[in-house]
């Protein structure tokens, strides 16, 4: 990353003027389903770091979207 393509410095919300995404969000099993398909089935997920898998034969078990993967 250069100086050029480096993202501004987010300045810090008081915590009193914070706001969330609404409750049902977090919670509505069709916005997790979606979720599922358009964010996290489309781009990769990180299963382990380099250090975990090091030696030759290394594996980790993971579950995605529902998904045994080895």
Partial sequence: MTESTRPPPMAPTPLALASTLPSYLYL???VLEREKERVFGRTWQLVARGDELARVG?????T???EPIV
């Fill in 64 to 66: 995605i979207l529902d």
């Fill in 58 to 62: 290394d594996f980790v078990p993971a």
């Fill in 28 to 30: 509505d099993t069709d």
